[in-house]
């Protein structure tokens, strides 16, 4: 049943890739706050998340000025996801007034690249299980069963 939802969700909506700088001295905390506010504007919206990957600290090729210095590091992320335009303005919003954010750049995908919606529903790597849609009212939600 999942499957054909997330299949119809990405049938529906463009699906774009997410890639973003952030500020290198950023808590993993602060980091992780910063990708769930995005993920949950994605869910809010209607939307599917269809991967989330950190590449960690990385060197940059030269400095990067952002609103509290220079940096030639930068935490790196990314968030692949199916939404609509209008919901897509609201992320790129959020992406602009956030001073952590050194950089930032959305890129719509070719469909025929995605894998199928059985690979996207198994992909999702533990350290994405915190962007799991919200439970609907009356089930448990993700980890309840540790309970």
Same mark, same amino acid.
Do not use: C, N
């Given at each position: 049943h999942g499957e054909a939802?997330?299949?119809i969700a990405i049938a529906a909506m463009p699906v774009y890739e997410l890639l973003c700088l952030a500020r290198p001295l950023l808590p993993k905390a602060e980091l992780q706050?910063?990708? &769930? +506010?995005?993920?949950s504007k994605v869910y809010a919206s209607g939307g599917v998340i269809t991967n989330v990957q950190s590449y960690g600290q990385q060197d940059l090729a030269y400095k990067i000025k952002g609103v509290q210095g220079k940096y030639d590091k930068a935490h790196v992320w990314q968030l692949d996801f199916a939404v609509s335009p209008e919901a897509l303005r609201d992320i790129k919003m959020e992406m602009r007034v956030n001073e952590d954010v050194l950089r930032w750049l959305?890129?719509? @995908? &070719?469909? %025929? +690249?995605?894998? =199928?919606? @059985?690979?996207?529903?198994? @992909?999702? =790597? %533990? =350290?994405?299980?915190?962007?799991?849609?919200?439970?609907?009212?009356g089930q448990r939600g993700y980890g309840s069963h540790d309970q």
């Open positions: 939802v997330l299949a706050r910063m990708i &769930e +506010k995005v993920g959305v890129k719509r @995908r &070719e469909l %025929d +690249k995605l894998p =199928s919606p @059985r690979t996207l529903f198994h @992909r999702l =790597s %533990d =350290s994405a299980r915190f962007l799991a849609p919200p439970p609907r009212p």
